[in-house]
């Protein structure tokens, strides 16, 4: 489904020159859950925004179902974000005046299928994360794991390729974490394909694949019960509880 190579990332900031992803080689088939870990600067985030097309490589290329990405105009790219990707950010991102149902309906609006048919998936995608109930009120009046839960099916609306997560979780208590990571796990046992940048083990091992970035390069790729750095955070979290 993704296909990586020699994917470079180059910023100039005054004369200093930054190598955000120095050549990324990286495969992602269908039905993969995998999280991507490095510390601050590893260029995870950077990966992902290309990964979600909202930025371009400065070379390489980035094949999306078969599609060569890096050779799209700026309105092909907008649709492949809008129908092809699906968003979870750490912070919500949902419109304050709109109601659950509204926000939801949001990427439809703008797909190439049109307008039709959308409050109706709109609301079957609430029911199917747990919010059928809440589909009238607005973000001000629902809780951070309601809210997450509204992004979450605002992004599952258009049936993307891939669910692209950025610490989704960040901005939850531990019980409502666990939640939302619960409903990822039903997500990928349905057959959704997920991707979520994290710095926490605890998010990290719900996955099946783990990607450990240092400098701009994939430094490690390993099945999560193989990732010796992994195995050794959530024991000291253990240790610590």
């Not at 990964?51 to 799209?72: A, K």
Request: aromatic letters at 4%; a positive charge; one cysteine or more.
């Amino acid at each position: 489904m993704i296909r990586l190579r020699g994917l470079t990332k180059v910023y100039r900031v005054g004369v200093e020159v930054i190598h955000a992803l120095a050549g990324v080689d990286l495969d992602v088939c269908a039905n993969e859950y995998v999280a991507v870990m490095g510390s601050s600067g590893s260029g995870k985030s950077t990966l992902m925004n290309i990964l979600g097309c909202l930025d371009r490589p400065s070379d390489g290329s980035y094949e999306l179902d078969g599609r060569n990405t890096t050779r799209l105009g700026a309105a092909a790219l907008a649709q492949v974000r809008n129908e092809r990707i699906g968003f979870v950010f750490q912070s919500f991102e949902l419109l304050p005046r709109l109601s659950a149902l509204q926000n939801v309906e949001l990427p439809m609006i703008y797909a190439a299928r049109g307008w039709w048919g959308r409050r109706k998936r709109a609301r079957e995608v609430l029911g199917r994360v747990g919010l059928g109930d809440r589909v009238r009120h607005r973000p001000n009046q629902l809780s951070g794991g309601q809210k997450q839960r509204v992004a979450i099916a605002r992004a599952l609306i258009n049936q993307p390729s891939i669910l692209l997560a950025d610490e989704p979780t960040g901005n939850l208590d531990s019980k409502t974490s666990e939640e939302i990571l619960a409903l990822f796990g039903e997500l990928h046992a349905e057959g959704q394909t997920i991707i979520v940048v994290t710095h926490e083990a605890a998010v990290a091992v719900r996955a099946r694949r783990v990607i450990r970035m240092l400098d701009g390069k994939i430094v490690s790729d390993l099945p999560v019960n193989a990732d010796p750095g992994l195995q050794r955070e959530l024991q000291a979290l253990r240790e610590a509880a």
